[in-house]
T-cell receptor, first 117, second 113 residues
Framework: AQSVAQPEDQVNVAEGNPLTVKCTYS??????LFWYVQYPNRGLQFLLK??????LVKGSYGFEAEFNKSQTSFHLKKPSALVSDSALYFC???????????????FGAGTRLFVKA | DGGITQSPKYLFRKEGQNVTLSCEQN?????MYWYRQDPGQGLRLIYY???????QKGDIAEGYSVSREKKESFPLTVTSAQKNPTAFYLC????????????FGPGTRLLVL
């Protein structure tokens, strides 16, 4: 079965320090990987995606992610964290439904990021 | 939150009552989804629709119903059969290509009186 795993429920980092939010995947074939962010009482917002090409993907708000095929990982990173980055982050993979056609998005359980001033 | 609107923002349900959550999108997307999110938890898929007049059950469809009479609208009814409806409900839509992102509405928080 296709899946993504976020091994950390919570990540704590001091403002100004680099941050990493981890994601590993298990899919057959080429993965289509995404990161979304959710602020309190809001819907999810798209941050970035990897489809093909350069392994380092740049996205919104200064975030980037590195696709590593050998380690089946797609970790989210930012060189210098801001207090306003505190939110819930979801890794996701988009995969075919199968018999019904179309595609489904499989979300990880989410990682809560706390950035302390 | 893209071009998706959800209403109301807060909804209160009395025991035995059916309530309907609205979801409208102006993104011309074929596929629409309903997710449930419990406090501090991830997303669970309730129903999805890939095209007008067609929808499929997700992982936790019991106690819920949907309709898809128009491309832009995908309302969710929480029936009295759903015994634990208190949650944050998110509607989303996406295009038909695998590379396309999902766009989410702002959510509806359902509370039981």
């Amino acid at each position: 079965a296709q899946s993504v795993a976020q091994p950390e429920d919570q990540v704590n980092v001091a403002e100004g320090n680099p941050l990493t939010v981890k994601c590993t995947y298990s899919v057959s074939g080429n993965p289509y990987l995404f990161w979304y962010v959710q602020y309190p009482n809001r819907g999810l917002q798209f941050l970035l995606k990897y489809i093909t090409g350069d392994n380092l993907v740049k996205g919104s708000y200064g975030f980037e992610a590195e696709f590593n095929k050998s380690q089946t990982s797609f970790h989210l990173k930012k060189p210098s964290a801001l207090v306003s980055d505190s939110a819930l982050y979801f890794c996701a993979v988009r995969d075919p439904w199968g018999g019904t056609g179309g595609f489904k998005t499989i979300f990880g359980a989410g990682t809560r990021l706390f950035v302390k001033a | 939150d893209g071009g998706i609107t959800q209403s109301p923002k807060y909804l209160f349900r009395k025991e035995g009552q059916n309530v309907t959550l609205s979801c409208e999108q102006n993104l011309n997307h074929d596929a629409m989804y309903w997710y449930r999110q419990d406090p501090g938890q991830g997303l669970r898929l309730i129903y999805y629709s890939q095209i007008v007049n067609d929808f499929q059950k997700g992982d936790i469809a019991e106690g819920y119903s949907v309709s898809r009479e128009k491309k832009e609208s995908f309302p969710l009814t929480v029936t009295s059969a759903q015994k634990n409806p208190t949650a944050f409900y998110l509607c989303a839509s996406t295009g038909t290509e695998r590379s396309e992102t999902q766009y989410f509405g702002p959510g509806t928080r359902l509370l039981v009186l």
